[in-house]
């Protein structure tokens, strides 16, 4: 592996919501992935590589030999690391050890940071309950002492179900550089009708609420204004209050370099994006108005179809059409603390998820751009544009019914 020298760290930012993976019984799945991951190191040469996982153990963790899946998938992750010279290594799993019967506050994320021979003395992740940066020995891994976790409680943004949404946050000092990498996995849409039905839907406003609670988790060692660590959001009332911490949190993104990765469950605005999809088409609704039928004139097959929990399209290709994206609109809410780099590539869900299908849709939701890698402006000001790349990875295998996503780029230490 060809190491870039100079004062400047190779990074490698991948997320991946692994759930299918860990539910399927072939392991072909986990075959492809740990394939495709190994192949995308080799390609792009990183020195630090920063793998998000969601969904960590199965989408319906119950307990049985999640364990075991979890450390026989660590264990294969460090020896292919091992074997490309990554000396180092930091991990946390939010699944071993729990008590599945209860909400207990897991999460199922799973963060792991591999650091390549040739920078090891220049990167060192933060200790949580020693308060400071620690130099790792060769061959050392780090463990759940380098993280902070979050879990939204029953009851925050409105949400009035047991979830294992929430993040995982870790902080490094690479070079002179202080960076915050976090993990996120915000709530879904539960009814593709609810949210067909108003703009933003109801679950987008839950999201941005929440991604809110994420920046706070993952700013608040700035200095730039006085951030209380770990303080919660305003679920009522925002007013006055939420403006003033919306702009306290541009100040913090200005100051604190960060990135953000994860399944964030963006998904189009969809009162909007159907107009612009059935254009040409005529709505039928149906007799107990519990679902939308679109159907091209002079043509009683309706075209697309959107029920509570499924969505079909009779030409599934219009999502390879970039106007699409105009439509992609809940980052946009994040413009002023949240950065991203030119989305050139397909919906990251929802996938089929049978292995000979890969890149076919799943009839459940409308594909979206769930997983990304955001970063806030004071970690763009950090990173050569020109040795940037925004990708989708996994386009010919299927990892399950989500598209892993990568951003790859040199970091000024």
Known sequence: MAIRGGDHVRLMLVTINCGSMFEDGTGKMMAHWLDVLDKAVAQHSPTFVALHH???????????DVQGLVTSYRKSLCR???????????????????????????????????VHSGIADRAKPWNVADERFVTLAKKQRGGPECFEKTKFTIGQYGVNRASRKGCLVARWKLGTRDVVFTNVHL??????????????????????????????????????????????????HRGKRARTQESRLA??????????FGDFNFRLDL??????????????????????????????????????????????????????????????????????????????????????????????RCPAWCDRVLFTPAAN????????EYFRLADDYCVGDHKPVALVASLDT
């Open 54 to 64: 969601q969904e960590v153990g199965g989408k319906r963790v119950d307990g049985a």
């Open 80 to 114: 292919a690391f091992e074997g490309r010279g990554f000396d180092l290594s930091v991990s946390s799993y939010d699944v071993e050890g729990q008590d599945y019967s209860s909400d207990n506050g897991h999460t199922a994320l799973g963060s792991s940071y591999f």
């Open 187 to 236: 709530f879904h849409d539960a009814s593709n009708v609810a949210a067909a039905q108003q703009s933003p839907s109801p679950y987008a406003l839950c999201r941005r609420e929440a991604l809110e609670t994420v920046l706070e988790r993952s700013l608040h060692w700035s200095q730039a204004a006085g951030s209380e660590p770990n303080g919660v959001l305003p679920d009522k």
């Open 251 to 260: 100040r913090q993104a200005g100051a604190q370099a960060a990135f953000l």
């Open 271 to 364: 009162a909007e994006a159907l107009g612009h999809l059935t254009d040409s088409c005529r709505p039928r609704r149906t007799k107990d108005q519990q679902w939308l039928e679109y159907c091209v004139p002079g043509s009683l097959e309706p075209f697309l179809t959107v029920r509570p929990k499924r969505f079909t399209i009779a030409q599934p290709q219009l999502f390879s059409d970039p106007e699409v994206l105009a439509f992609d609109k809940e980052p946009k809410a994040f413009e002023d603390t949240l950065c991203e780099c030119d989305v050139g590539f397909g919906p990251t869900y929802a996938f089929s998820e049978d292995v000979d299908k890969p890149n076919d849709y799943l009839d459940k």
């Open 381 to 388: 000001q950090l990173l050569d544009a020109s040795q940037t």
